[in-house]
């Protein structure tokens, strides 16, 4: 995973490892009751999130989701989240510092990107009940005087293969993703390089096909156009830099590589309706 130059306001696992050692690399916090998050911002790590009874909305990356019983939230580093918990509700919450989480992804089993796509799921109770207990064998783990850092990593990594588990039946465009590892590439490498690189040919080239074939690609499995998976990842940084950010407009621009106001005001306004100047003042 790519983690490029940051202008959000990010908060570190360290603030809220209230006592804990500083150094470290996992967390499990209970649920109980109404809380909030007014401000959006993002984390640094993966936050796993299994609602036992849930009620309110979870906003990631400004897409709002209801929260309801027997449901899992993922927030993944990067993303921009913020949420309104009413007072009936009961989670467990697990936090995976960055680095420990880059050795967890690869029991995700599929891209990264294509769990920011379905960042909520709602389970099956077989399926909550085995989460749960790994999510407690990692709570009584590190509430040891000398928490056995190895099993603790080890019950992380059999979380992100029930979560891989689940998500496989839960949504048939994993399997798109999965069986066609051009579209996977395409994915990651936009993750990369959407900032300096808008061109459909610089991707297909370092996946070594034809631009023509790239687009076909897509077109077939998911009915929209190259172009148009390296817009939405352009579209998302620009709004989540309007938003949670204390960049100017005319720094946005540059950052995000448009030539002047005018070009990046006619792309956000063609794919949201608003100005960048609006969207960031809104509420």
Not at 62 to 74: A, G, K, R, S, Y
Not at 203 to 217: D, K, R, T
Not at 248 to 266: P, Q, W
């Amino acid at each position: 995973m790519n983690y490029q130059k940051d202008h959000f306001p990010v908060l570190s696992i360290q603030e809220f490892s209230q006592g804990k050692s500083e150094d470290c690399k996992v967390l499990f916090h209970e649920l109980h009751g109404e809380r909030s998050i007014d401000e959006a911002h993002k984390h640094d790590f993966f936050i796993a999130i299994l609602f036992e009874a849930g009620r309110g909305t979870h906003t990631i990356d400004f897409v709002e989701h209801p929260i309801t019983d027997l449901q899992l939230h993922m927030v993944f580093p990067g993303q921009v989240h913020q949420w309104k918990i009413k007072k009936e509700t009961v989670g467990y919450q697990l936090m995976i510092e960055r680095e420990a989480f880059e050795s967890v992804l690869p029991n995700l089993r599929f891209s990264s990107a294509l769990y920011q796509r379905h960042p909520v799921m709602t389970l099956k109770k077989g399926a909550y009940e085995s989460l749960l207990y790994e999510f407690r064998c990692v709570q009584k783990e590190l509430d040891k005087n000398e928490p056995f850092e190895a099993l603790i990593k080890a019950r992380c990594g059999v979380i992100g293969l029930l979560i891989s588990k689940t998500a496989e039946k839960r949504f048939s465009d994993f399997d798109i993703y999965n069986s066609n590892a051009i579209l996977s590439r395409f994915i990651s490498l936009i993750d990369r390089y959407f900032k300096e690189q808008r061109s459909v040919a610089f991707y297909a080239h370092e996946i070594n096909i034809s631009p023509n074939y790239l687009n076909m690609v897509c077109r077939k499995q998911l009915n929209v156009a190259a172009s148009s998976l390296i817009q939405d990842r352009v579209l998302l940084e620009a709004k989540r830099l309007l938003k949670t950010s204390s960049m100017t407009v005319k720094e946005i621009i540059f950052d995000l590589g448009f030539y002047d106001h005018a070009n990046f005001s006619k792309f956000f306004k063609s794919h949201t309706g608003m100005t960048p100047s609006a969207f960031k003042e809104l509420k």
